[in-house]
């Protein structure tokens, strides 16, 4: 931890009566940097959201956003944040500059200096052509550009981005996609939350996984995958009636018991031997009278390295990357 850390979490634990929500999470986020918070509903992410924001105060720990300690001095957290929570917050009966001139004047600007930032920001996330409608009347993707150039209006250091595609069409994730680069670009710090995994890796610089109040990975998108063995083995069968037979085959070539899609025909496995495992499978495949249609050697998603760590008994543990 240290000042270079816009935000600076140590030993973060929250309860509710009996429940403990948060165990002492740790996390420190550099300026400029994407930090994905992802985990299973229950985990604990809108929890450590809630207390970042001084929504929550939290039972025990350090928690310092932008400098500013979240018990200690609230006041100065919130002025330092923009939040865009999972749900457009706009007013529909506004238009789209009343919107913004409102947050502005909100944030304790005269008229003259709320006017200009709303006109600068409805330019910056192509809401110009449609500023004096009604909000109401924006589809999906612009309320929620909306939302998000709401939460940009007094120059935050953070912004907490709290899953900010729910519900959008593919469209609409890609121009929020497009507009968390450019925030980084300009310096500002982003913390995400989201239930596309696809999301968090193409956006963050790091990515946490939290289970059940206590952080269990944490690194790159790279070095989560390395996590899973390095690289994924995937066959697919002439017949499904062969695929028993063939995951007990496979199985001695990869890092476990392959996972099967009678569907798809497919089996699926983890090896940190890469093409030597792959030719070795694959010739005890013919051995025993398996037939193979098609074969590849691939890196594991981010969905199967989610599913892996947060699917045990027990938490996994990897270390790696920011804290």
Not at 216 to 228: C, F, N, T, V, Y
Not at 235 to 243: E, G, Y
């Amino acid at each position: 931890m240290g000042d270079d850390h816009v935000i600076d979490v140590e030993g973060l634990t929250k309860s509710f009566g009996g429940h403990r929500a948060l165990r002492g999470i740790d996390l420190a986020v550099p300026r400029g940097h994407v930090l994905g918070l992802l985990g299973p509903n229950g985990a604990g992410k809108t929890t450590t959201v809630r207390v970042l924001t001084t929504l929550l105060r939290p039972d025990g720990g350090r928690v310092r956003v932008a400098g500013h300690d979240v018990v200690a001095d609230p006041g100065a957290v919130r002025r330092s944040i923009g939040l865009s929570g999972q749900y457009a917050a706009v007013d529909e009966k506004l238009t789209g500059f009343e919107n913004l001139r409102m947050v502005g004047r909100l944030y304790g600007m005269n008229r003259a200096q709320a006017a200009e930032r709303a006109r600068e920001l409805l330019r910056r996330f192509r809401l110009w052509d449609v500023a004096d409608q009604r909000s109401g009347a924006y589809s999906g993707g612009m309320r929620r550009r909306l939302d998000l150039a709401g939460a940009l209006v007094a120059r935050p250091e953070v912004v907490v981005l709290d899953e900010p595609t729910t519900g959008l069409d593919p469209r609409g994730r890609l121009d929020t996609w497009e507009i968390v680069s450019t925030l980084v670009e300009d310096g500002t710090t982003v913390l995400l939350t989201t239930q596309y995994l696809e999301e968090a890796d193409q956006l963050s610089d790091t990515i946490v996984v939290i289970d059940r109040g206590t952080v269990i990975a944490r690194g790159s998108a790279d070095a989560l995958k390395e996590h899973m063995g390095g690289a994924r083995m995937d066959f697919v069968l002439a017949d499904a009636a062969d695929l028993e037979s063939a995951a007990g085959i496979v199985a001695d070539h990869g890092n476990g018991r392959p996972e099967t899609d009678p569907g798809a025909r497919r089996l699926s496995v983890g090896t940190s031997e890469g093409q030597e495992a792959l030719t070795g499978a694959l010739a005890a495949l013919r051995r025993g009278g398996v037939p193979v249609v098609e074969v590849a050697l691939r890196r594991p998603t981010l969905d199967e390295v989610f599913l892996e760590l947060t699917g045990r008994d027990e938490p996994a543990s990897l270390v790696g990357g920011h804290r």
